[in-house]
């Protein structure tokens, strides 16, 4: 079965920095999603990561704050810029499978990030 | 707007218990219904999609129903052990919206006890 990838696992930043997490899956996809999932929280869409031009957000979510790209159509990168504590999340990266029935998504393992 | 719930929020039951989990959703126009499984501070594993003009789906111990014209869902999980402890969460896919944005519920976590 095909493997989805996210690069860093985890990761503890200083507030005002900021982090690019990877999302790398091993067979074509159609579609590729950011989510991020607060403490104790369900999951909330950041965005779709569109090849070749700007991603889509989701209310609530800016191109400054999570900027993201999509050069081809199996790798995203998703950053999360000028980080405070509140960004402190599990960030998901999910996808649609080319070929795949009914836009059944899939997930990463996730990036566990921790704000200082 | 479309809104997920699930019910219980926790449930602790025995290990060998059979047991059924909730999802409730306010919109009734969704494409197809996915049940996931997460592990803490992991990803979610996919465990079962139902289309909209079905009424189940079986995946081993799991079975998952689908009442689109109430909106609910429920996953039954048979013989539970303990490796089935985790958070389980329910999302619908909507049906008029191009792409495949899933709303998501709260989750039930869930614990089997040995």
């Known amino acids: 079965s095909a493997v989805i990838s996210q690069k860093p696992s985890r990761d503890i930043c200083q507030r005002g920095t900021s982090l690019t997490i990877q999302c790398q899956v091993d067979?074509?996809?159609?579609?590729m999603f950011w989510y991020r999932q607060q403490p104790g929280q369900s999951l909330t869409l950041i965005a779709t990561?569109?090849?070749?031009?700007?991603?889509?957000?989701e209310s609530g979510f800016v191109i400054d704050k999570f900027p993201i790209s999509r050069p081809n159509l199996t790798f995203s990168t998703l950053t999360v810029s000028n980080m405070s504590p509140e960004d402190s999340s599990i960030y998901l990266c999910s996808v649609v499978f080319k070929g795949g029935s009914y836009n059944e998504q899939f997930f990463g393992p996730g990036t566990r990030l921790t704000v200082l | 707007k479309q809104e997920v719930t699930q019910i219980p929020a926790a449930l602790s039951v025995p290990e060998g218990e059979n047991l059924v989990l909730n999802c409730s959703f306010t919109d009734s126009a969704i494409y197809n219904l996915q049940w996931f499984r997460q592990d803490p501070g992991k990803g979610l594993t996919s465990l079962l999609l139902?289309?909209?003009?079905?009424r189940e789906q079986t995946s081993g111990r799991l079975n998952a129903s689908l009442d689109k014209s109430s909106g609910r869902s429920t996953l039954y999980i048979a013989a539970s052990q303990p490796g089935d402890s985790a958070t389980y969460l329910c999302?619908?896919?909507?049906?008029?919206?191009?792409?495949?944005?899933?709303?998501f519920g709260e989750g039930t976590q869930l614990t089997v006890n040995p």
């Open positions: 990561a569109n090849q070749g031009s700007e991603a889509t957000y």
């Open positions: 999302a619908v896919r909507p049906r008029k919206t191009s792409g495949s944005r899933l709303t």
């Open positions: 067979s074509q996809v159609t579609m």
């Open positions: 139902i289309q909209s003009s079905q």
